[in-house]
């Protein structure tokens, strides 16, 4: 593993953490727009995971990209990880009562 991040460059840095920034705010989103939805986490798991595997697969019929699972992971993870902040957001501003 150790090896595995002293040949990391730049660019797969920037892959790595892009994949999930750019499906942290869908992640946060989602269960805004679906309010009072049942077990929000695996709706926002399996949602991602269905959108990035949809964009992974127009990247291959359409020959713009390449399917990469990696991405498929990192942007279902981001989903989760928006997921996640939001409802650190939420209990976290949500008024204490006493």
């Given at each position: 593993?150790?090896?595995?991040?002293?040949?990391?460059?730049?660019?797969?840095?920037?892959?790595?953490?892009?994949?999930?920034?750019i499906?942290?705010?869908?992640?946060?989103?989602?269960?805004?727009?679906?309010?009072?939805?049942?077990?929000?986490?695996?709706?926002v798991?399996?949602?991602?995971?269905?959108?990035?595997?949809?964009?992974?697969?127009?990247?291959?019929?359409?020959?713009?990209?390449?399917?990469?699972?990696?991405?498929?992971?990192?942007?279902t993870?981001?989903?989760?990880?928006?997921?996640?902040?939001?409802?650190?957001?939420?209990?976290?501003?949500?008024?204490?009562?006493?």
């Open positions: 593993m150790q090896s595995y991040f002293e040949q990391a460059t730049l660019q797969s840095w920037v892959n790595f953490a892009g994949n999930i920034l499906f942290m705010p869908f992640g946060m989103l989602l269960p805004l727009l679906l309010r009072g939805m049942s077990n929000p986490w695996s709706k798991f399996m949602l991602s995971f269905t959108f990035s595997l949809g964009l992974e697969t127009s990247q291959l019929i359409l020959t713009i990209g390449t399917f990469d699972v990696d991405d498929l992971i990192l942007n993870f981001g989903g989760l990880l928006g997921h996640g902040v939001l409802r650190w957001l939420q209990i976290s501003i949500a008024p204490k009562t006493s």
